[in-house]
């Protein structure tokens, strides 16, 4: 098998283990009232089941990543495969929520292993550009595809086996993904420049994991608790010492001066916006289709099919579009469309409108997978091989990050909209004790009453809700707008790349004979038997003074000895880029 059809092997087995990972992340959610009749859990312990795994998995991964640079991202990916079997097993036959919750977490920290393994070797086997965008489409296809499809696969099955069959999947998918990787996938490491900052990796992950843990529990409805405000402010504290410590280092776990070239930084924060409206109209849409219209798991997950597949057709166009209209457009292009789709949802109401629900959901998707393709490429290209654990770490803890945040920023808002319109009327509201409080209380309350007592409350509770989620995407599109003016820091256009340079063309006559390199060039290197030309004074001249070294605008070393960072190009900002490993686009891509 030729090297080219390896690399696509290779991404094969990458978005297989990424889809896995995905799934998990969502598949529990459909499962949570059989778990909650089989288990009885306690609401404290219901809310650690469900947010064990995301919570684990946010906070380990700039741990991860960064390890991957140093010992090997294979390494680290097989023992991610190996946890994760372990805890599905443990997952399988947990008999109590703690073992539940023990298993939940151990899933995240496989999770935390997987997902920037899976990026960091996906960029270090395509190197050309035009070839890893197109791998990058596939890889974020899969990821919408695997949180899209999770509550469908549970749903799926549910209806034929217990609620443990949804994580019995994973083990045999993992037994197989061992020797499989270790046989195909190629290890790669960073440049290993000094220690790893075992301290700092540490700082990160108790850091994220409070201030993840206070964003959830403020969208639990408790942001002003005392716990909450307790983990915000430990977690921030925590993190901005890591930041000094980092900027300190010689050698730092993360290079935070990348966050202030656009084409990384801001590619970072449009993937925070994105994922914020993603998850929370994902919550939102799961509670309308289920508590408003009243269809089972499976008919919500068909439901949220066609976003799925507008997203897989948006990533597989992607690299074909953004060599046309660059980042910037693109980017902006995806908030605009999924700002127009959320608007467009917001017209749905108590009764079922499936013509409009499905067309939005299609422009959703595309729009979600444009936006989230064209942040990654410009990151994951940004960054020089040698980053790209890290890199791929951070563009994971800012999908993280913003799901917490859209759920807590989200859920906030509706809650707050439902329970106002709720008050509205008085003499209902009066009556139904926590009615207000959710709707699937509401409809608690409503059973209780029974009659047209409770119709009348069901029926106004519907109403409110539709209200609260009219103001959350009213919210969510506000967001999206203030994404797509962010989005034009980003380049306008991909850099065009010079041809490479044949090796004989680099050699080049000294004047004292023989032929100068590259490695000799703007080095102060004199190779052996040849001698210096001596000029008229009798000061000896240096090799590099006879020819310029041939240097790029942002570095001082010379371009060959830069085999690892992007040749500079103008990304449309007047900053200069980072590197993408020496590939080479056609010159025809100019900025416009």
Known sequence: MGAKSNRWTVLVVLCASLLLVTVDATVLHVAIPEVSADLRPGPMELLWIVDAYPLVCASLLILFGTLGDRIGRRRVLLCGYVVFGLASTLAVVADSPALLIIARALLGAGGAMIMPATLSILRQVFPDRRERALAIGIWSAVAAIGAAIGPLVGGAMLE???????????IPLMILSVPVGRMLLPESTGDREGPWDAAGALLAAVGLFAV??????????????PDTAAALVLGAGLLTFFVVRQRRLAHPLIDFTAFARPAFGTAVGCI????????GLALIAAQYLQLVLGLSPLETGLRLLPL?????TAGLLGPRVLPLVGPR???ALGFLATAVAVLALSSLGADDNPAVMISGFVLLGFGLETTLF???????????????GGAAAIGETAYQLGAGLGIAALGSVMHGAYAAAFRRNEEIAENSGAAGNSLSEAYAVAEDLGDAAGAALRDHAQLAFVHGMRAALVVSAVLLLGGAL??????????????????????????????????????????????????RGGEPTRPDRDKPADTSPDCDEPAEARPDRDEPGDDGTGSPRGGDGGTRLPSRITRP
């Open 160 to 170: 034929h086996f217990w609620w443990g069959s949804v994580f019995l999947i994973n």
């Open 212 to 225: 993840i843990f206070a964003i959830k529990r403020a969208g639990g409805g408790d942001p002003l608790a």
């Open 272 to 279: 925070v916006l994105t994922v914020m409206a993603l998850v």
């Open 308 to 312: 799925s597949i507008a997203a897989v």
């Open 329 to 331: 457009r693109m980017v």
């Open 374 to 388: 064209g942040c990654y490429e410009s990151m994951l290209s940004d960054a020089p091989p040698r980053e790209a």
């Open 486 to 535: 962010a989005a034009l820091r980003l380049p306008r256009a991909l850099a065009p790349r010079r041809s490479p340079v044949p090796e004989q063309s680099r050699a080049e006559p000294k004047p004292g004979g023989g032929p100068r390199t590259s490695q000799s060039r703007g080095t102060g290197h004199r190779e052996p038997g040849l001698r210096e030309r001596q000029p």
